[in-house]
């Protein structure tokens, strides 16, 4: 066999295996981690940070790709239950871990930092995370009825319910419970699920795909990943709950509510939230870099594109929710789950908090509008 002959076979030998070795990597990051559970020896919801150990690596990772972003940022909080959280596998009685838990939405009270997730490969209840405000303490998690996406949340200060998007089935939901019973729920005593206050179907809108609370109302949108989408206004009633009506040809189970206000957005929306004279909404889509887009809300109006927005702020990739809470905005990413940790780019197990002035300033606009 010729020497060039041996070349050409190594060569070809050589680039058969890196294929293969680089589509085994690109099936395992890219797919098949959002199809199984991780294997774990933990047997309760995890607290302690599922990528950057320290809060100075996830500082240094995060200023070397938004230098200017990161200037401005006022704190952090880890997201707990990344790596291993307890939950329940549907109406099965035992505590089983998963360990696919994928955040999506974030709220905040006077005393409490929630956030919601489910398990990525669909096989176990849904749950709320519930920390200390002030110290950012993990404090427990509560387990919802179902397997739900929980794409958003949203407190009423008025009557002090948690809503949280809800859907099955192809019917659109909001769901409340009541603090009381958020305070009072123990999963290790009661091995259950926590009960709703309030489980109405929403008639105007596909699917709760995300959920805030403002002004005695809930904002509630649809995702897309192309083309336009809506975002619709609910007002919340005297005493806490929506404007409902049984449909019998609809939903004859539960209440059936329809919107009373509705907007136009932009595709790929994660998020809504109001800020004074200002509506933000929260933008991400697969691997690319997210977006905070800022509208003047002065002057009622129907649409917020992409083409309406004041002010647009770049943000690493997966961005969910995001809620001002007391002069702060707090953001949160969904990157950490199992089912991306592995991809390369910027995966943020905290949350991220920011002043809302320095996000609606000129100043700090321009100089970090994309």
């Not at 930092?113 to 509560?142: E, G, P």
Request: hydrophobic letters at 40%; charged letters at 20%.
């Amino acid at each position: 066999m010729s020497r060039k002959k041996k070349i050409f076979i190594f060569l070809a030998v050589f680039l058969t295996v890196f294929i293969l070795a680089a589509g085994g990597w690109l099936l395992e990051v890219f797919v098949l981690r959002g199809h199984r559970e991780m294997k774990t020896g933990l047997t309760a919801t995890n607290t302690t940070p599922a990528v950057y150990t320290t809060e100075a690596e996830m500082d240094t990772a995060f200023a070397a790709g938004f230098p200017k972003l990161s200037k401005m940022l006022t704190g952090t909080i880890v997201v707990p239950g990344l790596r291993a959280t307890e939950t329940l596998e549907g109406s099965l009685p035992q505590k089983e871990i998963c360990t696919s838990m994928t955040p999506q939405g974030l709220a905040v009270s006077e005393n409490y930092i929630f956030i919601s997730a489910y398990c990525h490969t669909h096989r176990h209840n849904s749950v709320i995370y519930m920390l200390n405000r002030k110290t950012h303490d993990y404090i427990k998690t509560i387990v919802l009825p179902g397997k739900d996406h929980v794409g958003g949340m949203g407190y009423d200060t008025v009557n002090n319910n948690l809503w949280v998007s809800g859907g099955t089935k192809g019917a659109a939901k909001a769901i409340a419970y009541s603090m009381k019973s958020l305070e009072d729920y123990n999963f290790k005593t009661s091995g259950k699920p926590i009960h709703s206050l309030y489980d109405y179907t929403l008639v105007t809108i596909t699917r709760n795909s995300y959920m805030s609370y403002a002004s005695g109302a809930l904002l509630i949108g649809y995702f897309t990943p192309t083309g336009l989408s809506q975002l619709e206004r609910f007002d919340i009633t005297d005493e806490g709950g929506l404007h409902a009506q049984i449909i019998a040809n609809y939903d004859s189970v539960h209440e059936s509510v329809t919107c009373d206000f509705f907007a136009i957005t932009s595709g790929q929306i994660q998020s809504a939230a109001e800020s004074g004279d200002f509506l933000m909404l929260s933008k991400s889509f697969g691997t690319f870099d997210s977006a905070l887009q800022i509208f003047d809300n002065s002057v009622e109006t129907f649409d917020f594109e992409d083409k309406d927005a004041a002010k647009v702020w770049r943000f690493p990739q997966k961005l969910e929710q995001i809620y001002p809470y007391d002069g702060k905005l707090y953001c949160l990413f969904e990157s950490a789950a199992y089912a991306y940790r592995a991809q390369p780019a910027l995966c943020l197990d905290r949350i991220l908090v920011f002043n809302v002035k320095d996000m609606l300033s000129e100043q700090a606009e321009a100089a970090e509008i994309s």
